[in-house]
């Protein structure tokens, strides 16, 4: 077949399943699940490799497949093809699942295929939020609090990268992966970036000390969204990492702290297994293994980290063994994959959830309690204020009283009187200001 | 000074007189005839120096914007005073409601 | 090229372009008169003529994009004696979007109104849809002025169509602040009349920029013009501290009356702002301070807007907050536009546009919302996600580009802003732009968050029309899609007459 | 007290700044530029009329009048829509009063015929004419009079919509015509003004009267609107 071909099913890859997520057309087809990764599966199969441009969108944007993509895009089918062929019986459920479900595929696939940053972060962002709606689909209450948990770590992750991308902006005109990178590891304020990179994608990956709502979701929800964790914001995070990244010589430390981090994520995993494999003993009774695969999701991405951290540290030897890391990321996440759909099966939710929650829990309190002692203090204040212009009985202190004892949630902006003075006011300033 | 400065400054005192007349009063017939006062030194004005050199005939342009003006201004008074009486019936008073202190 | 020449064969003695402009102004007038006369149709005309104008929107864009801007003596006088009519790509972007959201907006009425008030809404919208139409064409001051009442008359009688207490005491306040408004504007245009003889824009450009021997430019009549037609027109774009009266109409008017409000009236007074102050003003202006005080102005509207968007406790009221803030981010234009042309210019435009459809799309949900369950309290609104998905969605999206999350309208234009300040090292002015996005983020999640949630108590549930749920989120969907045609969007913008717009890049 | 004075001392020399501001703009005014006056004279011959003001008001800058007429439209439509119930107090029939408005409305009615057809060389014209218009139907409603119920629907719409109507009419006709709009062929521009006031005159009259009385007349089948055609 001809390039031409993958060339149109590069991009119909990505608009294809945005097109099905609308609800009326999805409504109307059968099996539209199956129907949107066709052309992913197309591209997977295919040797070809095919880069497409499609300047008037975004920021001139693209897409491209190559080898490394090729594997990632394997397991990612993979993964996508099992989700759908467990999912299939409550399709109907809800009407907002299959639209959610498919954006979320789309903001994937575009991030995987995507050659530039601007796509890059748009296809990230339209992928976290649609999870986290599907996260909120028939969610209980613990559910939903780890998808809100979710939401603020996409929240701050997406404002770190929106920094970055900031930056790339003010250097560069070009967003492309190579130009970009290259641009930002040879000017000397890089490391702002580099700290705004790593930490955006730590939190959306979930690597070590910020991986409290990865297995907050993963306990709470349902072995479909332990699959699309894994699938969606893990792997393209961690794709996410390889692609942003500047690499140079000089940042060794950071290099070194994200071996660290990697290390004791590792050592942190390790630990809670074996604490569960001797103090439960009921391990392959309630889909306990199920449990212990949240831990080792987050040694696999404390591995990734100590690769990462490798890689900063020597960025030549990193050149040379790169393209070992896409089939590491592709075949870890399908054996990932296989333990939660063996182990998952008929596991139920623990009685008690993480102590994280405990934690959170006791922090709401704290900030309440804390929130409850400013707004008396506040009051106090008040009072005294309101006194004090009491006494002193001018204009000033009635129009400050109305803004202090404003009930009806009205503004003391709303006077007329006042507001025609201000734009007297403006009207002379303008003149002014013109002269 | 010639008459049409003369007569401008005229307009410029109605003008600055409805802008006084439409922040102090707080009832809304008074903010409407304040609101034509305004109107009334606009156009003054405008018609006013059409003619600032003695030996010349008055420029029509201003006349005609002047007629235009007028209409549009009665058409919003006659909005104003039907929303006005409108405002009175429903709410009982014919203040707008953060001036209905004292 | 083929359908122009068939065009031609018919003999007609004017380009098509001037076919287009004139239909634009002369088709919503010949609604007008037909709803006025035949109430019993005036759905079926008001949706019409909402649809045509799409079409010769369409048609008017197709002739500028193949030959150029667009001038048309009305009378055939020309530009001191005569009326001229301009269009380029500006006006053209507004026209555009405004026939785009009256459509949906019509669309979406045909269903929200019952046949009594239908006949009350259509031939005043349809008046609306004219003063928008003949003001983006106008290159006049005084027709402007003409046109800014009618827009202004309309938008104060729509608003007061509910006849409930808040509506009309909103719209009295509405109305005495834009009479205000207009004053100061004609008095403006007074003073620039007996300074230079005439009211065409380009014309007063011309003598601005290159002033006679015999002519001074900056008197004290033209600085006197500056402050009132600029403190008059921002007082009709509800900038921040004259936002008094822009919660109370917008929050209490019928939802699609909301919608046009915020959408497309406060726009119409910030385009003649724009372009006085870069044609005509140009020269006065170029000092920093006065552009620094609208950026000042623009900031501390996105902060109050936003933080007041978040206190309210009613959906309509953060929505109308939400449109303070918004304009705020509008204002960013006039610091950052004189250095930095093009990338604020069309930041801006794109922001102007993107805002249109986000918020109306907004207000027509507010509107579903407040049919499906009687009220608009936000803390009440009972697991709408399940009960009115479609709507739900529509919010969703919509919020998304009133954020500016990547990949919609809001975030191309915010990002465009935020590329000119920081290009001019104005640290200050990405700091604001970033807290707005991020305080916006807060009080479209607060209404997200509470549609997810069963309320205390339940209130009976009304059906709402399939119609009123997809315009919204048609609207909403535009706004997103936006997001990917960045480039022959902004491509638009540039066409234009160069002799009468200067350095700034339009 | 205090808060007036208050408003006082903060508001009043902010307004005499203006006006003082205000006055020195005005009095600063450079000589009175002639040009336009100038063109206005020049083109006369070509305008229709004789006169200079209704020269530019219905043929120069027509395109204003043509949105002023809808601005008047749409304060009616406005004033309609807000649906007011009339006030019910029957003017009892005063027998001074009905035979004045007996005597004067004819006269009236001469009157703005006089100003209509004055207006193409003198001052007068569609409006001045057309607010006597009104003030006579004004009066023939508060000494009690009433329109027949069979003119108050279409009959009466039409009416009103006529000047602004036949105005559309024109610019559509100048449009195909001479591929400008209104711009009215030169031999017959006095004939397309002529037919422009007179209809812009009734339709003045009786909007300014409709808006007058506020409500929208058959609207019950009792009470409404004195108009008088």
Not at chain 3, 467 to 473: E, K, N, P, V
Request: overall charge positive.
């Amino acid at each position: 077949m001809n390039i031409e071909f993958y060339t149109t099913t590069l991009w119909i890859a990505v608009i294809w399943p945005l097109l099905l997520s609308i609800p009326a057309v999805h409504k109307r087809l059968p099996w539209p699940r199956y129907l949107a990764i066709i052309p992913a599966v197309l591209l997977t199969v295919s040797p070809i490799d095919a880069s497409i441009n499609i300047p008037w969108l975004l920021y001139g944007t693209g897409f491209a497949i190559d080898g490394n993509v090729r594997w990632i895009l394997g397991a990612f089918v993979v993964i996508w093809l099992t989700t759908v062929s467990i999912t299939l019986p409550s399709n109907e459920k809800s009407p907002f699942s299959s639209t959610l479900y498919l954006l979320t595929l789309t903001g994937s696939l575009g991030a995987l295929l995507t050659t530039d940053l601007v796509g890059f972060f748009s296809s990230t962002t339209l992928m976290g939020y649609s999870f986290y709606g599907l996260l909120n689909q028939n969610a209980d209450k613990t559910q939903q609090r780890a998808a809100r948990l979710y939401l603020y770590f996409l929240i701050t992750a997406d404002l770190a990268l929106f920094e970055a991308l900031l930056l790339v902006a003010f250097t560069t005109q070009y967003f492309q992966f190579e130009v970009a990178r290259q641009a930002m590891s040879e000017i000397s304020s890089s490391s702002v970036y580099l700290y705004m990179v790593l930490l955006g994608f730590m939190l959306k990956a979930g690597i070590w000390p910020f991986y409290i709502w990865l297995t907050a979701t993963f306990n709470s929800g349902t072995r479909v969204i332990a699959l699309l964790l894994i699938a969606s914001p893990i792997t393209i995070s961690l794709l996410g990492l390889l692609r942003w990244l500047p690499l140079r010589d000089d940042i060794y430390i950071t290099g070194l702290v994200m071996q660290l981090l990697g290390a004791s994520a590792i050592l942190h995993s390790v630990l809670k297994i074996f604490t569960r494999l001797i103090f439960k003993q009921a391990l392959f009774k309630h889909g306990m293994v199920y449990f212990t695969t949240a831990w080792l999701l987050i040694a696999f991405t404390g591995l990734f980290s100590l690769v990462l951290g490798t890689a900063l540290l020597n960025p030549a030897l990193w050149q040379q063994y790169v393209y070992l890391v896409y089939p590491f990321i592709a075949i870890t996440s399908i054996t990932l994959t296989i333990l939660i759909l063996v182990t998952g099966k008929n596991h139920r939710k623990p009685e008690s959830t993480d102590d994280v929650f405990v934690l959170i829990n006791k922090l709401f309190h704290k900030l309440k309690k804390w929130h409850q002692t400013t707004q008396q203090l506040a009051s106090q204040l008040q009072l005294t204020v309101k006194s004090l212009w009491n006494n002193s009985g001018s204009f000033v202190s009635r129009q400050y009283q109305q803004v202090l004892n404003d009930k009806n949630n009205k503004s003391f902006l709303t006077s007329w009187k006042l507001n025609i003075t201000l734009f007297l006011i403006l009207g002379l300033a303008l003149t002014w200001l013109a002269i | 000074m010639n008459p049409a400065n003369f007569y401008a400054l005229v307009g410029i005192g109605l003008f600055c007189i409805g802008l006084f007349g439409m922040i102090i009063n707080s009832h809304l017939l008074r903010k409407i005839l304040a609101f034509n006062i305004m109107g009334s030194g606009v156009f003054l004005i405008l018609v006013a120096l059409g003619r600032r050199a003695d030996n010349m005939p008055a420029d029509p342009v201003p006349h005609a914007m002047v007629i235009t003006g007028i209409v549009v201004a009665v058409s919003a008074t006659a909005l104003a005073l039907t929303l006005m009486i409108k405002v009175t019936t429903i709410t009982g008073q014919a203040t707008l409601p953060d001036e209905d202190d004292k | 090229m083929a359908i122009e020449n068939a065009l031609m064969t018919f003999p007609m003695a004017f380009p098509l372009v001037s076919l287009f402009a004139v239909t634009l102004i002369l088709l919503p007038l010949v609604g007008v008169i037909c709803c006025f006369l035949m109430p019993r149709i005036s759905r079926t005309l008001g949706l019409f003529t909402s649809f045509a104008n799409v079409i010769s929107v369409a048609g008017l864009g197709w002739q500028i994009l193949e030959h150029d801007s667009y001038r048309h003596a009305v009378g055939g006088w020309g530009a001191p004696l005569g009326i001229e009519l301009y269009a380029d790509g500006l006006s053209l972007l507004m026209l555009a979007t405004t026939a785009i959201v009256g459509l949906a907006i019509s669309v979406y009425s045909t269903a929200y109104f019952k046949p009594a008030a239908g006949v009350r809404f259509w031939p005043i919208w349809l008046c609306l849809l004219t003063a928008l139409n003949t003001l983006f064409l106008s290159e006049d001051i005084f027709n402007l002025y003409v046109t800014l009442e009618l827009l202004s008359l309309s938008a104060v009688a729509l608003t007061a169509l509910t006849g409930s207490k808040e509506a009309l005491s909103g719209a009295m306040r509405y109305l005495l602040a834009s009479l205000l408004a207009s004053l100061s504007y004609l008095l403006g245009v007074v003073l620039l009349y007996h300074s230079f003889g005439s009211v065409d824009i380009s014309i007063l450009t011309q003598q601005m920029q290159a002033p006679s021997a015999t002519l001074a430019t900056a008197t004290p009549a033209v600085w006197a013009a500056l402050g009132l037609m600029g403190a008059g027109l921002m007082l009709k774009t509800a900038i921040f501290p004259l936002h008094f009266w822009l919660p109370p109409a917008h929050g209490s008017a019928p939802a699609p009356v909301s919608a046009l409000l915020s959408a497309l009236v406060i726009k119409a007074s910030f385009y003649i702002l724009l372009r006085l102050w870069f044609t005509l003003f140009e020269p006065l202006v170029d000092s920093q301070a006065i552009n620094s005080l609208l950026g000042l102005l623009g900031c501390t509207a996105i902060l109050w807007g936003s933080v007041q968007a978040i206190r309210q406790t009613r959906l309509k009221l953060l929505i109308a907050y939400s449109t303070v803030a918004q304009i705020g981010y509008l204002f960013l234009i006039f610091p950052l536009a004189p250095n930095m042309g093009s990338l604020a210019w069309n930041g801006v435009a794109y922001l102007i546009i993107s805002h249109a459809l986000a918020k109306s799309a907004m207000f027509l949900c507010a509107g579903n919302l407040l049919r499906f369950g009687g009220h608009d309290r936000i803390a009440d609104l009972d697991r709408v996600v399940q009960r009115l998905p479609l709507t739900a969605a529509a919010f969703a999206l919509a919020g998304v580009s009133i954020m500016g999350i990547p990949p919609s309208g809001g975030f191309i234009g915010k990002w465009l802003l935020l590329e000119a300040s920081m290009n001019q090292g104005r640290w200050d002015l990405v700091a604001v732009i970033v807290i707005g996005g991020l305080l916006a983020a807060v009080y479209i999640f607060k209404v997200i968050g509470y549609t997810f949630i069963p309320a205390k108590v339940t209130h009976e549930a009304h059906a709402v029309s399939a119609r009123m749920q997809w315009s919204a989120l048609l609207l909403a969907i535009g706004a997103v899609l936006l997001g990917f045609l960045s480039l022959p969007v902004l491509s638009l913008l540039n066409i234009s007459d160069a002799t009468i717009t200067s350095g700034v890049g339009l | 007290m205090n808060r007036n004075r208050l408003l006082l001392v903060v508001l009043l020399p902010l307004l005499l700044t203006l006006a003082a501001g205000l006055g020195y703009a005005v009095l600063s005014l450079p000589e009175q530029p002639q040009y336009l006056q100038k063109l206005v004279m020049d083109n006369m011959a070509e305008s229709g009329v004789s006169h200079p003001v209704t020269a530019v008001l219905l043929n120069f800058r027509a395109y204003d009048t043509l949105l002023e007429m809808m601005v008047l439209l749409l304060a009616l439509l406005a004033v309609w829509s807000f649906d007011m119930t009339d006030p019910k107090h029957k003017t009892a029939p005063n027998q001074v009063l009905d035979t004045l408005t007996r005597l004067l409305t004819p006269l009236l009615i001469l009157v703005t015929a006089y100003l209509l057809w004055v207006g193409a060389h003198a001052p007068g014209g569609a409006f001045q004419a057309g607010s006597v218009l009104a003030a006579s139907a004004v009066l023939l409603s508060l000494a009690g009079w009433r329109l027949s119920n069979k003119l108050t629907a279409l009959p009466l719409r039409i009416v009103l919509v006529a000047g602004p109507g036949v105005f559309i009419i024109i610019s559509a006709l100048t449009m195909l015509l001479e591929g400008q709009l209104l711009k009215y062929p030169v031999a017959q521009a006095g004939l397309y003004i002529v037919i422009l006031e007179t209809f812009a005159t009734l339709s003045i009259g009786a909007t300014l009267a409709a808006l007058f009385l506020g409500v929208r007349p058959g609207k019950t089948d009792k009470d409404k609107g004195g108009k008088h055609k």
